[in-house]
């Protein structure tokens, strides 16, 4: 799972979350995309929990 814009406008929506456009960039930056694979060539996904988890450090450390 990845975060796109759709995720972010759904999250503000339901959550009441003050998400500024600065913070969206940094999110999306941080996990719109799929991780990379580590150094043994296994590749993770994000769960639900994870993006929550990050996403609400990066709300923090940016508001």
Same mark, same amino acid.
């Given at each position: 799972?990845?975060? @796109? *814009?759709? =995720?972010? #406008? /759904? +999250? #503000? %929506?339901? @959550?009441? +979350?003050?998400?500024?456009? !600065?913070?969206? *960039?940094?999110?999306l930056e941080k +996990?719109?995309? %799929?991780? !990379?694979?580590? !150094?043994?060539?296994? #590749?993770?996904? =994000? @769960?639900?929990?994870?993006?929550? /988890?990050?996403? #609400?450090?990066?709300?923090r450390d940016n508001?």
């Amino acid at each position: 799972m990845i975060v @796109t *814009k759709k =995720y972010i #406008r /759904e +999250l #503000r %929506e339901k @959550t009441f +979350l003050k998400i500024s456009e !600065e913070t969206e *960039k940094i999110i999306l930056e941080k +996990l719109g995309k %799929e991780p !990379e694979a580590d !150094e043994d060539g296994c #590749r993770h996904t =994000y @769960t639900d929990q994870d993006i929550w /988890e990050q996403i #609400r450090k990066i709300i923090r450390d940016n508001n």
